[in-house]
T-cell receptor, first 113, second 110 residues
Framework: GAGVSQSPSNKVTEKGKDVELRCDPI?????LYWYRQSLGQGLEFLIY????????KSGLPSDRFSAERTGGSVSTLTIQRTQQEDSAVYLC???????????FGDGTRLSIL | GQQVMQIPQYQHVQEGEDFTTYCNSS?????IQWYKQRPGGHPVFLIQ?????EVKKQKRLTFQFGEAKKNSSLHITATQTTDVGTYFC??????????FGGGTRLMVKP
């Protein structure tokens, strides 16, 4: 079956612009995660959705970052007024349920000029 | 909160040598997962350990979960160039968000 799909694969934008990153999880997976990974670095947790529960937003670095998950499926991560330090690969993962193995998408490489 | 330390950060080995990465938690874990990320790729799930003292093998890879469920290790026997990548542990403490260790980047010289 299809894996986790992320779009766009690459995004280049000017500082100060807003960007939207999309994640299509594996069908039937109730848990969805967003991470950020800078070059050569580890995974920085951003936000976690589980079913219809309120999301865990504890990893969002500032109020410029927000995310939603519509209908328990597709998720969008929005970064407002982008800064150069936002440049990174944004990875989405989904899992069947909380605490289950995570399946990652290929990520969106975001470059802020 | 849960503190996770993964060591070493980097490891260069000659092809054929063994390699081990360690993951240490400050709290008792309910389980731990291991992932591998190839250069330019995304993390891929390898295994999950749940029981105290558990040992699991996947070909040349051996995964261990400590008796106290606070640490874990991944050992690769006779490394190959295909083993190159970053290995992440992802400890889980029941009720808390699963977190990823900083990763160990393995480089293999042919």
């Amino acid at each position: 079956g299809a894996g986790v799909s992320q779009s766009p694969s690459n995004k280049v934008t000017e500082k100060g612009k807003d960007v939207e990153l999309r994640c299509d999880p594996i069908s039937g997976h109730t848990a969805l995660y967003w991470y950020r990974q800078s070059l050569g670095q580890g995974l920085e947790f951003l936000i976690y959705f589980q079913g219809n529960s309120a999301p865990d937003k504890s990893g969002l670095p500032s109020d410029r970052f927000s995310a939603e998950r519509t209908g328990g499926s597709v998720s969008t991560l929005t970064i407002q007024r982008t800064q150069q330090e936002d440049s990174a690969v944004y990875l989405c993962a989904s899992s069947l349920d909380y605490n289950q193995p995570q399946h990652f998408g290929d990520g969106t490489r975001l470059s802020i000029l | 909160g849960q503190q996770v330390m993964q060591i070493p950060q980097y490891q260069h080995v000659q092809e054929g040598e063994d390699f081990t990465t360690y993951c240490n938690s400050s709290t008792t874990l309910s389980n731990i997962q291991w992932y591998k990320q190839r250069p330019g790729g995304h993390p891929v799930f390898l295994i999950q350990l749940v029981k105290s003292g558990e040992v699991k093998k996947q070909k040349r890879l051996t995964f261990q979960f400590g008796e106290a469920k606070k640490n874990s290790s991944l050992h690769i026997t006779a490394t190959q160039t295909t083993d190159v990548g970053t290995y992440f542990c992802a400890p889980n403490n029941a009720g808390n968000m699963l977190t990823f260790g900083g990763g160990t980047r393995l480089m293999v010289k042919p």
